[in-house]
């Protein structure tokens, strides 16, 4: 068990819906990860946050927004779905004072999207 | 595009054997990472080698960098059924992501 959750585990939606995906951190980790796995793609770095605040983002479409709560949780949020965005969603944390990644990450279980 | 490339894209072995998988990177690095995914779960982390070291080892794994080369090796000896996993290398680029490769499938014949 990593510590790091992620719900909901399993979604199945319609093209043009919205979804959200939550991802709670390992207790203290102050930087979220957010990455897709699709079978194509492999897995693409999405967004990362740090205390609340962005710090990088990597291949994010404008359809898809996060952001990074007081309480250090995160959450994906995913507009206008097409049938390309069925992917695994990953969440990752990891510790460090400063935002920058340096050392390992703590990976959730993820979260399985299917577009129909 | 992907900054790290594993190399092969999939290997079978039967139990017993050592599996050694291969990772090419394209710019310069701060540390190399190699992750361990079961089929649908999540990714965990199996080592870390720094640019500065040239080999680590941690159980029955040992890992490699070549910075000269931009390139690394996973060697997982005496490998068992339990280790059937795809197996991903990841290079921190800029800092602040770690950019993951495509990836090497192995499968563990008892």
């Known amino acids: 068990d990593s510590g790091v959750t992620q719900t909901p585990k399993h979604l199945i939606t319609a093209t043009g819906q919205r979804v959200t995906l939550r991802c709670s951190p390992r207790?203290?980790?102050?930087?979220v990860y957010w990455y897709q796995q699709s079978l194509d793609q492999g897995l693409q770095f999405l967004i990362q946050y740090y205390n609340g605040e962005e710090r990088a983002k990597g291949n994010i479409l404008e359809r898809f927004s996060a952001q990074q709560f007081p309480d250090l949780h995160s959450e994906l949020n995913l507009s206008s779905l097409e049938l390309g965005d069925s992917a695994l969603y990953f969440c990752a944390s990891s510790a460090g004072t400063s935002g920058r990644a340096s050392g390992e990450l703590f990976f959730g279980e993820g979260s399985r999207l299917t577009v129909l | 595009s992907q900054q790290g490339e594993e190399d092969p894209q999939a290997l079978s072995i039967q139990e017993g054997e050592n599996a050694t998988m291969n990772c090419s990177y394209k710019t310069s690095i701060n540390n190399l990472q190699w992750y361990r995914q079961n089929s649908g779960r999540g990714l965990v982390h199996l080592i870390l080698i720094r640019s500065n070291e040239r080999e680590k080892h941690s159980g029955r794994l040992r890992v490699t960098l070549d910075t000269s080369k931009k390139s690394s090796s996973l060697l997982i000896t005496a490998s068992r059924a339990a280790d059937t996993a795809s197996y991903f290398c990841?290079?921190?680029?800029?800092?602040?992501?770690?950019?993951f490769g495509e990836g090497t499938q192995l499968t563990v014949n008892p």
């Open positions: 990841a290079t921190l680029v800029s800092g602040s992501r770690l950019t």
């Open positions: 207790s203290g980790d102050l930087s």
